[in-house]
């Protein structure tokens, strides 16, 4: 993974709204939940939430995904599997 891209999916985490959408949408499984579900769960005003997953979506955490008249949103689990990739890198190379 780029660093550009790391530095992109930690920033995107590192705000206390988009950390728990995201530990929710991990949660909810590949087939996610709509807009309105995770507006209900998280107590976020609907134009909050559009503008937190629109940065989650940019930074690569999250995809949608239209379904007649809704609009899911999942975890981009292949991204975050990279990212946790990328810290764990070098895990315990000096420790030896």
């Given at each position: 993974?780029?660093?550009?891209?790391?530095?992109?999916?930690?920033?995107?985490?590192?705000q206390e709204t988009r950390l728990g959408?995201?530990?929710?949408?991990?949660?909810?499984?590949?087939?996610?939940?709509?807009?309105?579900?995770?507006?209900?769960?998280?107590?976020?005003?609907?134009?909050?939430?559009?503008?937190?997953?629109?940065?989650?979506?940019a930074a690569g955490l999250a995809r949608?995904?239209?379904e007649g008249r809704e609009i899911f949103?999942?975890?981009?689990?292949?991204?975050?599997?990279?990212?946790?990739?990328?810290?764990?890198?070098?895990?315990?190379?000096?420790?030896?």
């Amino acid at each position: 993974m780029e660093k550009k891209k790391v530095i992109a999916a930690l920033a995107s985490l590192a705000q206390e709204t988009r950390l728990g959408i995201f530990r929710l949408l991990v949660t909810a499984g590949p087939a996610g939940l709509t807009a309105g579900a995770i507006a209900k769960e998280l107590s976020i005003a609907p134009n909050t939430l559009s503008f937190h997953l629109s940065h989650m979506k940019a930074a690569g955490l999250a995809r949608n995904r239209r379904e007649g008249r809704e609009i899911f949103y999942a975890a981009d689990y292949s991204r975050a599997e990279a990212l946790l990739q990328y810290l764990a890198k070098n895990c315990c190379k000096r420790c030896a």
